[in-house]
């Protein structure tokens, strides 16, 4: 008996095949998430984190979204991830030098921005941590931060009543794993995309900048800082030193992960998307608003070990820039605020 | 479909199924298992941490804890040729702590005879930049592995020994602590203290009906001044950093041969 001659037979397999079909569409439509829940704008590179293997889905963004928000992640219960990484500051503690953990106690460098987080291929600004499923285990266990043991958070969603049918919607079983509890946290935090700032319509031909605001970006280039807050990510996510006195915290930056010479005082070069809203600036939170830190450039660079090349092409270190361009830059910086990301209640606890 | 189509359709099938279920049913007799005893001594006694030890610099020490990753087990046959356990079940952690973690049982070891086993103390450069899916067992980070993982430079303790001793400072308690790792770095060259140590004996039988038990002497004592002299005067606290290393060649080395019976 043969397909061919058996029009009864024909027609189950077609069935099976057309449901088949049907039941992968289903399914690779949940994972690329329908609503467009990661999607790589306009403009912008193939992400560096392999979605392949962590698709982020409705289920698994919400789940990560309330582990982000859930103070069970700390020792006693009060710091959760969104304590030091505030919406409206594009992610990150605002106002505050270094971030502040459990108990008051004070970190030593300033907690970065969560934004754009599928572009980037380090984490911290020593790049300490090269692969975003293994970042947030770091401020867990932080005695500074959170100062819990990562199996004792395992431990206490395993025994929590909400948590176990939370990872059977995301996951499909109720097995609370540490492996779907940091690819929980990176659906939510691959999901905060900034692409829709004032820049970004300017580009796309939807809006105008002002004059000043045109004079900035054209400093912006002419000057080179994009150099290293290159292209549409606004940094290269390379390490250099950008010429701040050292002694300020005895910081080494880079030099603690590859104790390599060279490496001294470089840290990595952030995005300067939402730049307005992540003061203060710098990784020890020196500079408390743009002004300083371009008046940094202009006229505070020192001659520290490894000081980037490119701030040495003058005979005065660091950028020439008169006080109006200054502003003008600023002007500039302040087009790549995101206000639809920074208000957009997807992302935000409640 | 032709006549002869259809006889290579069956001939398939019955060739799938066949090799399907001989990987059931084939022979045990080809293979046979190996038990690895770590043993951890100091001065040739089982080590105890309720007892206060003098190593060779004249410290007084008691210990508190002991871990190590033992991975990447490869047993050499009498004829040169060798057998690597598969890499998804070659990772273990052994604690001092946890007796049941010091009896490694290696299955589906194929039958010959052997003289000689390799294996690395810590993790791999390769599983240390894998995914998080691949992290799991000895090597999961929020269960197993609790302690032997850095969160701020992604990768693996290896070695972490912790203990009380006089000489340690009192400000820290006179708590002495060496958490020994560095797989060599990801996007930058990093330390790499992976360390790998081959013991060789005289040819013991593998097969379905007889198994060695190898003995594997961890002598603690030896750990303060095998080839380098670390004195807990001078580092009581190494994490990270150069000296890391010399710590490093110094415990590969105290991993010695104890006895090896057959089962």
Not at chain 1, 70 to 83: A, H, P, Y
Not at chain 2, 113 to 141: E, H
Request: net charge positive.
């Amino acid at each position: 008996m043969t397909i061919k001659n058996n029009p009864k037979r024909l027609g189950v397999c077609l069935t099976i095949s057309f449901g088949i079909w049907l039941v992968s569409c289903t399914l690779a439509g949940k994972e690329t998430g329908p609503s467009g829940l990661f999607s790589v704008p306009e403009g912008f590179p193939e992400p560096v984190y392999n979605l392949a293997v962590n698709p982020v889905t409705e289920d698994g963004f919400q789940l990560g979204k309330k582990l982000f928000f859930d103070g069970r992640l700390s020792r006693d219960g009060t710091i959760s991830c969104g304590e030091c990484h505030n919406q409206a500051h594009s992610f990150t503690h605002h106002g505050h030098g270094f971030s502040h953990g459990i108990d008051g106690k004070e970190g030593f460098r300033n907690a970065q921005p969560i934004v754009n987080v599928a572009w980037q291929n380090s984490f911290f600004w020593d790049g300490g941590v090269f692969n975003l499923d293994l970042f947030a285990i770091a401020p867990i266990e932080n005695p500074v931060e959170m100062d819990e043991k990562f199996p004792n958070v395992i431990e206490k969603l395993k025994k929590s009543e909400d948590y176990p049918k939370l990872f059977k919607k995301a996951f499909g079983t109720e097995e609370v794993t540490s492996e779907r509890f940091l690819k929980a946290l990176s659906q939510y935090m691959l999901s905060l995309v900034s692409a829709n700032s004032r820049y970004d319509q300017y580009l796309a031909g939807k809006a105008r900048l002002t004059e000043t605001e045109m004079k900035g970006l054209a400093l912006f280039k002419e000057k080179g800082c994009n150099t290293c807050h290159s292209g549409i990510l606004f940094t290269d996510h390379s390490f250099r030193s950008n010429g701040l006195a050292a002694e300020y915290t005895g910081d080494l930056g880079r030099f603690r992960i590859t104790e390599n010479e060279s490496d001294k005082n470089k840290f990595k070069v952030p995005t300067l998307r939402n730049i307005e809203v992540t003061y203060p600036y710098m990784h020890d939170g020196r500079f408390r608003n743009l002004e300083g830190v371009l008046e940094h450039y202009a006229d505070g660079v020192q001659e520290v070990d490894n000081l980037d090349p490119a701030l040495k092409k003058n005979p005065k270190p660091g950028i020439a820039l008169t006080k109006e361009q200054q502003g003008q830059i600023i002007a500039f910086l302040k087009t790549l605020t995101d206000t639809e990301f920074l208000n957009n209640k997807r992302f935000s606890k409640f | 479909m032709s006549k002869s189509m259809k006889f290579q359709v069956l001939l398939c099938c019955s060739v799938f199924l066949f090799c399907g279920f001989s990987r059931y049913e084939k022979p045990k007799n080809t293979e046979g298992t190996v038990i690895l005893k770590f043993n951890n001594l100091f001065n040739k006694e089982a080590l105890d941490f309720e007892k206060a030890y003098t190593n060779a610099h004249g410290e007084k020490v008691k210990f508190t804890l002991l871990n190590y990753f033992i991975s990447n087990i490869k047993l050499t046959k009498e004829d040169g040729s060798t057998y690597a356990v598969p890499q998804d079940s070659s990772y273990f952690l052994v604690k001092q702590s946890d007796p049941a973690s010091k009896e490694i049982t290696l299955n589906h070891i194929p039958s010959g005879k052997y003289s000689a086993l390799t294996f690395t103390i810590g993790v791999d450069s390769l599983r240390n930049t894998m995914g998080i899916g691949s992290r799991t067992g000895a090597l999961d980070v929020g269960a197993t592995a609790k302690g032997m993982y850095w969160v701020w430079n992604s990768g693996y303790i290896f070695f972490k020994l912790e203990g009380t001793s006089p000489a340690a400072p009192e400000k820290q308690k006179n708590v002495f602590n060496y958490h020994i790792g560095g797989f060599g770095g990801y996007r930058s060259k990093t330390m790499n203290n992976i360390k790998t140590r081959t013991l060789a004996f005289k040819p013991v039988v593998v097969s379905n009906r007889k198994g060695p038990v190898i003995d594997i002497n961890v002598e603690i004592d030896h750990f303060f001044d095998q080839v380098n002299p670390i004195k807990i005067a001078e580092k009581s606290s190494v994490m990270w950093g150069e000296f890391s290393t010399k710590i490093s060649e110094n415990y590969v080395s105290i991993f010695n041969l104890g006895n090896v019976s057959s089962k």
